[in-house]
């Protein structure tokens, strides 16, 4: 079965950095182009990122480019989201997700119903 188990999250102070991991496993994670949102308990789904397969094309909102480095190994079936200079206002909990078929382009750019399968979440703090 699919699966998706996202890592790295935690506590850090603004003006710092981590690095978010999502393990994918049950499906062909190098031809699926893969993507990462974000919640907060009184907001929605906000989309911060997206990559193609192949690792060509990578995409992101305004709101975060120049901060939020998304990237893949695909030889450890593993996706990646880099977060440099953290605000208070990235806390939420980060979730992974795939887009459903090969040959479409709506979960990579955070068109949701695109999305077939969802990780658990982990959660980033940003506080001082």
């Known amino acids: 079965q699919v699966q998706l188990v996202e890592s790295g999250g935690g506590l850090a102070q603004p003006g710092g950095s981590l690095r978010l991991s999502c393990a994918a496993s049950?499906?062909?994670?190098?031809?699926?182009?893969m993507t990462w949102a974000r919640q907060t308990p009184g907001k929605g789904l906000e989309w911060v990122s997206g990559?193609?397969?192949?690792?060509?094309?990578?995409y992101y909102p305004d709101s975060v480019k120049g901060r939020f480095t998304i990237s893949r190994d695909n030889a450890k079936n593993t996706l990646y989201l880099q977060i440099n200079s953290l605000k208070p206002e990235d806390t939420a909990l980060y979730y992974c997700?795939?887009?459903?078929?090969?040959?479409?382009?709506?979960?990579?750019?955070?068109?949701?119903?695109?999305?077939?399968?969802w990780g658990r979440g982990t959660q980033v703090t940003v506080s001082s």
């Open positions: 990559i193609s397969p192949d690792s060509r094309h990578t």
């Open positions: 997700a795939k887009e459903k078929t090969t040959d479409q382009t709506m979960c990579v750019l955070g068109i949701f119903g695109g999305c077939d399968y």
């Open positions: 049950g499906f062909s994670f190098s031809i699926h182009a």
